[in-house]
């Protein structure tokens, strides 16, 4: 069973809007801070957006504020990440992870510091471009 499966990946127009999905099996995602991560050619992972049940606040990364975000179905075991307005710099291999975090303050870190990421899925690609 893979703890963390991604969906919803492909070829999006400059403008266009897609949305990642990822579900979580063998584990509670509300027990965890989650994120999507994203790995562009040539660039450092980046930590798109990051949210937590137990964190009130919002992790987004300057780059994606305003266009991206982040949603949690505890329901569904699933995190998604809604990308609208979407721009060719977007491009890159996402994926989602989970970390042992939880509280308040926990997001940002886990976006923004490397750290140990108790789970993570494979990855699905996003193209923006005309």
């Known amino acids: 069973q893979v703890p963390l499966v991604e969906s919803g990946g492909g070829l999006v127009q400059p403008g266009g809007s897609l949305t990642l999905s990822c579900r979580a099996s063998?584990?509670?995602?509300?027990?965890?801070?989650v994120g999507w991560f994203r790995q562009a050619p040539g660039k450092e992972r980046e930590g798109v957006a990051c949210?937590?049940?137990?964190?009130?606040?919002?992790y987004y990364a300057e780059s994606v504020k305003g266009r991206f975000a982040i949603s949690i179905d505890n329901a569904e075991n699933t995190v998604h990440l809604q990308m609208n307005n979407t721009k060719p710099e977007d491009t890159g291999i996402y994926f989602c992870a989970a970390a042992a975090l939880a509280g308040a303050g926990t997001v940002r870190p886990m976006c923004t510091i490397p750290m140990t990421l108790q789970y993570r899925g494979q990855g699905t690609r996003v193209t923006v471009s005309s």
């Open positions: 063998g584990f509670t995602l509300a027990r965890f801070s």
């Open positions: 949210a937590s049940s137990s964190d009130p606040m919002t």
